[in-house]
């Protein structure tokens, strides 16, 4: 089978080492990938954002599937335009993208499934978002409506920032405040059935103990010892299974990746939000648990024939480490030397932001995700920071806190 993979990051460098270990992938091809990809796969220099690029590209190869990695060529319609040239796509058509690319879409969606979120109101003026801020209280929590590249969240105590925030978007959700841990759990859907993945964490804020800005994402680690037992029964049940069947009925199929960000509330599970794809870094931590070829699942999944599948999982637990360039989240200076990328065995470093430019260079925020697997948590964190911390790179950083509470917890059972 020929896969043509759609991205750069460390999400698509984790997918590809997925889908090349898969003995019936053939060819590999990635548009336009990044250098560490290209040690597995052919790379094709063109923009993701140019859906007839991506098209005749996926022609031009005669490619048997087409995997989208990143949430915008999926909101841009990307495989509906490669679905109509009859090309079968992992990634979902652009109506259904809606759940990552509109908050309001997505709560009316968990409205009509009775999938458990936080009570929410769309407001499109300064006397409906008073309203709303009020009845909820603080801490705020105030959403741009559409995509935002992580931006779009405001949570705070403050009445002030949270009205500021709201009246900067032109349409915006204010939802009550969810208290408790959250959860990354992805599900893999043909349109009519999905699979659970198993849960991973994701470290949003910048610096240790979950300060500073928020950002793409600084580190992962599944699975999760802390968990409720029957989280992936429990989200299986209230949360993937419903919105599938109501996106099928509403006659907007989900094929693709369905990522529920959870919190595990006293009151259960409830939905944080939706993404239409993997998450990044929380794949760089599930396919290398992952032991069904991925080549064949995300073809049967994108073929409407995923009845009868399952997941196999190995019991090795997995830590990734997101080496990020200096100033990030804001504005990154890019071009620097990136060396001492020695990783030993049980470690991956996945490319994120990097490029080819007379030695391996920086170029982005996020530079690096480097990824453990040990026999619990604390070997597979040992395995990523011996890595990471040996990497030269100037100003860079990285938090040193990935799943150390969980780890320790687990140590202590
Ligand atoms: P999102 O982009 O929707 O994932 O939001 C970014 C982050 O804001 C989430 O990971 C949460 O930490 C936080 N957040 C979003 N919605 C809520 C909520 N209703 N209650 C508490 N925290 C939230
Ligand atoms: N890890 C968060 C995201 O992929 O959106």
Redesign the pocket.
Known sequence: MKVLLIGSGGREHALATGLSADKSVTELHVAPGNPGIKEIAVLHPISISDNQAIVDLAKSLAVDLVVIGPEMPLVNGVADVLRAQGIAVFGPSKAAAQLEGSKHFAKGVMRDAGVPT?KSFTCENQKEIERALDTFGA?Y?V?DDGLAA?K??V?TEDREIALQHALSCKRVVI????KGP?ISLFGISDGKNILPMQPAQDF?RAYDHDDGP?TGGMGAYSPLPWAPTNIVEDTYTQVLAPMIAEMAARGTPFVGLLYA?L?VTDRGIRV??FNARFGDPETQVLIPRLRTPLGQLLYKAATGNLIDSTLQWSDDSAVTVVLAANGYPADVKSGDEISNLNAVNGVTIFHAGTKDDGGLKSAGGRVLTVTGVGSDLTEARDKAYRTVSQIKLAGSFYRNDIALNASVAEKGN
């Not at 939802?175 to 969810?178: A, G, H, I, T, V």
Request: no cysteine; charged share 30%; proline share 5%.
């Open positions: 936080a801490p929590v959403k992580g779009g969240v949570v939802e009550e405040y969810l959250e949003k928020n960000g919190a944080i939000e």
